[in-house]
């Protein structure tokens, strides 16, 4: 009479078998957890405190006064005249930096020699320095009575020394700790394989190195055609020659034309934009040819 059970338990499990089990949904990769939410909440809340809000709003000003503010600010001789100054002389600027400022981390952190840490400490000078101060330096240094011979005031040739100075830190300082950082092996493996030290830079350290170059171009490009207290007593800030378009804006601001002036700095805004795209995508081919 017993012998039926078992028959009757192994239905009762192939029933439960058969039934559709609940499995718990494996936690995405992609979800945060409480405090990290609370983090990325807060970081977003102070970035659009202090970038994204303060942008939107220099675009909306500009759109106040329609296109034709737009149009009038860059057809503007005197405008245009400062946009093209300030931007073709932050161009060459940072094209010298990112050789300059690539040699100077090289010798840092390859080479040893009397004065390395010193040299290494001056380095950072443009950054602790307010840039007034700065352009009291230059102007002293470069001016009417200059110590060493130069006289470089009043002419575009200040503009160009002004913005060297206080952008070549921004490759020295992202270059130098990739430097340090990067491997010599490969370097050694190459060289004994008889490659060159030409070919070895070009095909092993160019492309570790390109990331950071490109990206101190791009923050020195961004704060050259920002510059304005390193300039202002240096360059005389002459009309059609040596006025950037920081002291342009000023200028607008000073006379009441607050659209024109946020014209002009929205123009700037895409200006930095399209460098930072196209640096992105150069250093992006040139570390793939390596």
């Known amino acids: ?18 039934r559709p089990t609940r499995r718990r949904r494996p936690a995405s990769a992609r979800s945060l957890s409480r405090g990290s939410g609370l983090g990325l909440g807060v970081a977003m809340l102070w970035f659009s405190l202090l970038v994204l809000i303060p942008l939107a709003a220099v675009v909306v000003k500009a759109g106040g006064g329609g296109w034709e503010t737009f149009v009038d600010a860059v057809t503007n001789r005197q405008t245009f005249a400062a946009l093209r100054l300030t931007v ?11 050789v300059m400022g690539t040699i100077i981390a090289w010798v840092l952190v390859r080479d040893r020699f009397p004065g390395k840490a010193i040299l290494d400490l001056v380095i950072d000078i443009p950054f602790a320095l307010p840039t007034i101060v700065a352009g009291l330096v ?26 060297a100075f ?78 950037v378009t920081s002291v ?29 795209v196209t640096l992105d995508v150069i250093q992006r081919r040139v570390a793939r040819r390596g």
């Open 138 to 163: 230059l102007l002293s240094l470069y001016g009417p009575n200059s110590p060493v011979g130069v006289h470089a005031s009043n002419t575009r040739v200040a503009v160009f020394l002004a913005i």
């Open 1 to 18: 009479m017993s012998a039926p059970a078992p028959v009757v338990g192994a239905a009762a499990q192939g029933a439960d078998l058969g």
């Open 88 to 98: 073709l002389t932050s161009v060459g600027v940072t094209a010298l930096n990112m």
């Open 166 to 243: 206080v952008t070549l830190p921004f490759i020295v300082r992202t270059v130098q700790p990739v430097l340090e950082e990067m491997e010599r092996d490969f370097e050694e493996a190459a060289a004994s394989l008889g490659a060159s030290r030409l070919t070895t830079f070009r095909r092993i350290t160019l492309p570790t190195l390109a990331p950071a170059i490109f990206a101190g171009a791009a923050l020195s490009f961004a704060r050259g055609i920002s510059e304005y207290g390193s300039l202002v007593l240096l360059s005389g800030n002459l009309p059609y020659r040596t006025e």
């Open 248 to 276: 342009r804006m000023l200028s607008y601001l000073e006379g009441g034309d607050t659209a024109s002036a946020a014209a002009v700095a929205t123009i700037l805004l895409v200006v930095a934009l399209l460098a930072i």
